[in-house]
């Protein structure tokens, strides 16, 4: 069974561009949910998606959106991007179902995104 | 808002001691408490998991204990190896699940 995969693996950017990143999650997997990963502060909650909905949302600011498609594979976009915003991202999936049922997260290797 | 507290940042022991990681959570509604473990340069991978309905639960050297009314769980790793050298994250949540900061544990052999 293939893991979860994300692309691209490494990318810089500049000041003020937006980026998009892709993950796929593992078949069957209906959940997808992103992390953004500094030093020091763990792996801070972005957004949840299932079934094409986004379920939950962290605190960050409207810049970084996400949005899942019908074979569950999902994107995230950042725009207008900032030096504060290099940081690894992380996509992780679940067979999460109904409300309560949590589930293992199962995570991909990340994109880390570098702002200059 | 929900926050994970998680000590210490960093964690040093000798080959075969035990080590102890602690974390506190704020949302009473969390039911579900995993702890992952990141090696250098991987993802992270779930190596424990605990559910509300469960004060305790062991797997060979690894154990986690959740206290509910003290919203406080903790994470024990018995007769430490080398390979146990990593960064530990607790996790506490419904759908969406609040990391701690993360202990960056070092067994030294």
């Known amino acids: 069974k293939a893991g979860v995969t994300q692309t691209p693996r490494y990318l810089i950017k500049t000041r003020g561009q937006q980026v998009t990143l892709s993950c796929s999650p593992i078949s069957g997997h209906r959940s997808v949910s992103w992390y953004q990963q500094t030093p020091g502060q763990g792996l801070q909650f972005l957004f949840e998606?299932?079934?094409?909905?986004?379920?939950n949302k962290g605190n960050f600011p409207g810049r970084f959106s996400g949005r899942q498609f019908s074979n569950s594979r999902s994107e995230m976009n950042v725009s207008t991007l900032e030096l504060g915003d290099s940081a690894l991202y992380l996509c992780a999936s679940s067979l999460t179902g109904g409300a309560g049922n949590t589930g293992e997260l199962f995570f991909g290797e990340g994109s880390r995104l570098t702002v200059l | 808002g929900e926050n994970v507290e998680q000590h210490p940042s960093t964690l040093s022991v000798q080959e075969g001691d035990s080590a102890v990681i602690k974390c506190t959570y704020s949302?009473?509604?969390?039911?579900?408490f995993p702890w992952y473990k990141q090696e250098l340069g991987k993802r992270p991978q779930l190596i424990i998991d605990?559910?509300?309905?469960?004060g305790e639960k062991k797997d060979q050297r690894i154990a986690v204990t959740l206290n509910k009314t003290a919203k406080h769980f903790s994470l024990h790793i018995t007769e430490t190896q080398p390979e146990d050298s990593a960064v530990y994250f607790c996790a506490a949540g419904t759908y969406k699940y609040i990391f701690g900061t993360g202990t960056r544990l070092k067994v030294l052999a």
């Open positions: 949302d009473s509604a969390s039911n579900y």
């Open positions: 605990i559910r509300s309905n469960v």
């Open positions: 998606y299932f079934s094409e909905t986004q379920r």
